[in-house]
T-cell receptor, first 116, second 109 residues
Framework: DTGVSQDPRHKITKRGQNVTFRCDPISEHNRLYWYRQTLGQGPEFLTYFQNEAQLEKSRLLSDRFSAERPKGSFSTLEIQRTEQGDSAMYLC??????????????FGPGTRLTVL | GQNIDQPTEMTATEGAIVQINCTYQTSGFNGLFWYQQHAGEAPTFLSYNVLDGLEEKGRFSSFLSRSKGYSYLLLKELQMKDSASYLCAVRDRDYKLSFGAGTTVTVRA
């Protein structure tokens, strides 16, 4: 078990460009979550999946944000037409639903996005 | 939604005990979590409470009172490596976590 992994770890882009981040959850975890964290704040929920179904996306910050989990394994988060306000740490977490694991969310190392 | 409050900063001496309080207002409570986060790193899971009472895990303990909307994380025998941000998070019935802003704990020698 290698834990949750995210790629890339750092991304610098120019305003207006599109970026895509990838998250690989802990194997066999069926739930996958995306959060955004800015300096001095706790993580802010964006969206989550159970298997390949996206169960909540109303918290995505705008229609420039979209996420997919096509085969119920890895997930991608895309931000189109990036703005300087999108600069943040994007965290992915995964959990296993069911009584045995209390559905605890385990976080990946994050992708730090800087928009110039 | 959730409204979660915790102190911004706390300082303590190596070997001492520190208690971090967390109060919350929730529209659907399904558990309270504490995470530790070192600067520039991901949050790591520390403890989970869903029923009232104290959960102890080594040097760390967490307490929950659902009727009061209150939790605390107790760190005993503080070590320098415990200097970090501690995040209180409430889970709702849809399994989403809402986090407080975090409490930065500084351990002094």
């Amino acid at each position: 078990d290698t834990g949750v992994s995210q790629d890339p770890r750092h991304k610098i882009t120019k305003r207006g460009q599109n970026v895509t981040f990838r998250c690989d959850p802990i194997s066999e975890h069926n739930r996958l979550y995306w959060y955004r964290q800015t300096l001095g704040q706790g993580p802010e929920f964006l969206t989550y999946f159970q298997n390949e179904a996206q169960l909540e996306k109303s918290r995505l910050l705008s229609d420039r944000f979209s996420a997919e989990r096509p085969k119920g394994s890895f997930s991608t988060l895309e931000i189109q037409r990036t703005e300087q306000g999108d600069s943040a740490m994007y965290l992915c977490a995964s959990s296993l639903s069911g009584l045995a694991d209390t559905d605890t969310q385990y976080f990946g190392p994050g992708t730090r996005l800087t928009v110039l | 939604g959730q409204n979660i409050d915790q102190p911004t900063e706390m300082t303590a001496t190596e070997g001492a005990i520190v208690q971090i309080n967390c109060t919350y207002q929730t529209s659907g409570f399904n558990g309270l979590f504490w995470y530790q986060q070192h600067a520039g790193e991901a949050p790591t899971f520390l403890s989970y409470n869903v029923l009232d009472g104290l959960e102890e895990k080594g040097r760390f303990s967490s307490f929950l009172s659902r009727s009061k909307g209150y939790s605390y994380l107790l760190l005993k025998e503080l070590q320098m490596k415990d200097s970090a941000s501690y995040l209180c998070a409430v889970r709702d019935r849809d399994y989403k976590l809402s986090f407080g802003a975090g409490t930065t704990v500084t351990v002094r020698a």
